[in-house]
């Protein structure tokens, strides 16, 4: 009986890759643990772009994209601030900060973040309006195997999850690139028009594990 609940706990966690068009991870409450693990072949980025749409009420510090390797426990970090009402993007642990950003609760969001090894700068775009570029570490690339997680933020490869800064609410359409998106694929990504899905994670084709508690929905539109 003990190999038959082992064998079942496997298969339950065990990756899959599914065509998510149209559905949404769901985040129902505060947890160290519930979160969502996307896999990955890739092994080194020079650039990036990570787009986005989430809905929460939270008032509180969240996470909303992590990205660790062994050496990093922050390469390719997005979270917001709610003591400082800032957008952060952390790269290779360097930290940049964004605000006056309309976040409000209980809406969909769409946040692209953009990242080039070679000028060192960042940049993010919130609901389709771009913020100024700002610098943060030039000269190095994100190397290593990455743990891309969504709904936790990673203080170690992996794990050191906090339950204060937990995801809880929706979150769906995560791409990522491994180079920079121009303005207008970004501009097509928020708009639901056709763009190029990303070539590191595919929401169409997204190789995911689940653990805990973590729901597949129905992404529910506004009616008209």
């Not at 084709?205 to 973590?214: F, G, N, R, S, T």
Request: hydrophobic share 40%; charged share 20%; net charge negative.
């Amino acid at each position: 009986m003990t190999f038959l609940l082992l064998l079942a706990t496997l298969i339950a966690c065990a990756a899959s890759i599914e065509d998510m068009s149209g559905k949404m991870f769901t985040f129902p409450l505060q947890s160290n643990k519930a979160h969502v693990k996307l896999i990955t072949s890739l092994r080194e980025f020079s650039s990036v772009t990570v787009c986005h749409r989430s809905f929460t009420d939270l008032k509180r510090d969240h996470v909303l994209f992590s990205l660790a390797t062994a050496s990093n426990s922050n390469e390719f970090l997005i979270f917001w601030d709610e003591a400082n009402k800032e957008l952060e993007s952390h790269v290779r642990e360097r930290k940049t900060e964004y605000r006056g950003m309309d976040y409000k609760p209980n809406m969909w969001h769409s946040i692209c973040t953009t990242w080039d090894s070679e000028s060192g700068l960042v940049q993010v775009w919130f609901d389709g309006r771009p913020s100024i570029k700002k610098f943060s570490i030039s000269g190095s690339t994100i190397r290593g195997t990455p743990i891309i997680v969504l709904g936790q933020e990673q203080d170690a490869h992996g794990g050191g999850f906090d339950i204060n800064q937990s995801f809880v609410g929706m979150m769906s359409d995560v791409h990522m690139w491994h180079y920079i998106l121009s303005p207008c694929e970004i501009q097509n990504y928020v708009d639901h028009l056709n763009f190029t899905p990303g070539d590191v994670i595919n929401w169409s084709a997204l190789e995911y594990q689940i653990v805990d508690k973590v729901l597949i929905e129905k992404k529910f539109e506004t009616c008209h």
